[in-house]
């Protein structure tokens, strides 16, 4: 069966770095738009981050200029690379293969705080 299964989540304070990793099993990778979504309590679940299948990458404006997704298609293997973190940044961050009527893994939480 599809798995995407999260990793990277952690405690970090405001200003700092992390690097979630998200990796795919069950799926043929090359095919799928890969993106990042995080939600935060009591608010929806929005967009981070996308890359297609050739790379090309889209942000949310929140986010753009801090933080940088990419992916390895050997390793089957998305990345989310999250600079200068803000406490607001604090969610749980979900992996997905093919938007938002595809496979989602079961999210791991970031929180920034000091």
Known sequence: QVQLVESGGDLV????SLRLSCAASG???TVY???WYRQAPGKQR???AAITRDGRTNYGDSVKGRFTISRD???KAVYLQMNSLKPEDTAVYYCNAGSSHGYWGQGTQVTVSS
């Open 13 to 16: 304070q405001p200003g700092g």
């Open 27 to 29: 799926i043929i990778f």
């Open 33 to 35: 738009a890969m993106g």
């Open 46 to 48: 929005e967009l981070v």
């Open 73 to 75: 298609n050997a390793k």
